[in-house]
């Protein structure tokens, strides 16, 4: 049996997906990863369902890093932060290949139940390096979810413009018509 993806907002980068496990619906938290059923969808939704098993020891592992990310993503430069997530980079690395296509690269696992989470982390540095000021947190107040901002003048405050965006426009809006 699949599982649909219930979160308002995917395909975002993995290390941004991961954030995105966690968002507000109706003011209450909600949080994918509660057990492996949500693992498995996570893992789905960005591909990694073929090479890493959706199991308890991997929720945990995958648990970690999305607490360390979250903790760089909201206090970029953090020493504690930054260690919490060198440390589960700790976990991996990427060993060159040369194969008949040509040179490319596998990463490596000392246990492959940290697989999802290295590649998280590691997804992360990948967009520290692209442009570390547009991984954004969504401006709206009572919104978690984070995104990578790739439109053209680097502008984007929402995580979707179609809820956060309307319903700050709408907040806006009410406030100056009460105050008339």
Same mark, same amino acid.
Request: with cysteine; hydrophobic share 40%.
């Given at each position: 049996? +699949?599982?649909?993806? #219930? ?26 990863? $509660?057990? +492996?059923?949500?693992?498995? =969808?996570?893992?789905?939704?960005? @591909? ?8 308890? %020891?991997?929720? !945990?592992?995958?648990?970690?890093? @999305? ?8 206090? #970029?430069?953090? #020493? ?7 440390? =589960? ?5 990427? @060993?060159? %290949? ?10 490596? *696992? ?8 290295? $590649? ?5 540095? $990948?967009?520290?390096?692209?442009? #570390?000021? !547009?991984? !954004? ?9 984070? *995104? *990578?901002? %790739?439109?053209?003048?680097? %502008? ?6 179609? +809820? ?11 406030? @100056?018509?009460?105050?008339?």
């Amino acid at each position: 049996m +699949t599982v649909t993806d #219930p979160r308002p907002l995917t395909g975002e980068p993995v290390s941004l997906d991961l954030l995105n496990t966690r968002w507000m619906k109706d003011g209450v938290r909600q949080d994918l990863l $509660t057990g +492996t059923e949500g693992l498995g =969808v996570w893992l789905a939704a960005n @591909r990694l369902e073929d090479r890493f098993v959706a199991d308890a %020891t991997t929720l !945990r592992h995958t648990l970690a890093a @999305r607490g360390a990310l979250l903790a760089l993503a909201d206090r #970029p430069g953090d #020493p504690d932060a930054v260690a919490r997530v060198d440390a =589960v980079l700790g976990h991996g690395r990427i @060993r060159a %290949t040369l194969t008949v296509e040509g040179p490319g690269e596998e990463p490596e *696992f000392e246990d492959l139940a940290w697989g999802p989470a290295w $590649t998280a982390a590691r997804d992360y540095l $990948t967009l520290l390096r692209a442009a #570390p000021d !547009r991984i !954004r947190a969504c401006a709206h107040d009572a919104c978690i979810l984070h *995104f *990578f901002d %790739t439109s053209r003048n680097g %502008t984007r405050r929402w995580c979707s413009m179609t +809820t956060c965006g309307n319903r700050a426009k709408a907040s806006r809006h009410y406030a @100056r018509t009460k105050d008339n």
